[in-house]
């Protein structure tokens, strides 16, 4: 179907109007929505996005890890046709994607800080 440009105008007018008379009639809808409790929920949405990608890394080194093994055997059986560079690097890989989670809880500590506590001399003080 080919749409001309008057077409395409009324089209956007048409959609544009029902847009305006949705805002307005929903406008008690909205009132609930503040930039406070907007952040909540992306300060939320993201913890749900860190979990997903600690679970990601967990099982995926876990699949590298048993690729390194199954190729490691493979070079074992057939050192001409399989380099040992390539089980050696999918077993960095592995161990890397393993250890992905604690670096990112380790540097956000570094970064945000983890509790309300300084380190100094004498020990650890909380303020």
């Known amino acids: 179907m080919k749409m001309n440009r008057t077409t395409f105008m ?3 007018r048409f959609a544009l109007g029902v847009l305006v008379i949705f805002a307005l009639t929903n406008m ?3 009132a609930a929505y503040t930039i406070g409790n ?3 929920q992306v300060k939320t949405s993201f913890a749900g996005l860190a979990e ?3 679970a990601g890394a967990y099982i995926a080194g876990m699949g590298f890890g048993l690729a ?3 190729k490691f055997k493979a070079h074992k ?3 001409t046709q399989i380099p040992v560079g390539t ?3 999918l077993l960095f890989i592995a161990a890397a ?3 992905l989670p604690t670096i990112f809880k380790v540097s956000g500590g570094t970064l945000f800080g983890s509790s309300g506590s300084v380190g100094g001399i004498t020990g650890v003080t909380s303020f």
């Open 10 to 12: 009324k089209f956007i």
């Open 28 to 30: 008690d809808a909205y």
């Open 38 to 40: 907007v952040a909540s």
């Open 52 to 54: 997903l990608i600690t």
């Open 68 to 70: 390194a093994i199954l």
């Open 77 to 79: 059986d057939n050192p």
């Open 87 to 89: 089980p050696i690097a």
């Open 97 to 99: 994607l393993l250890f």
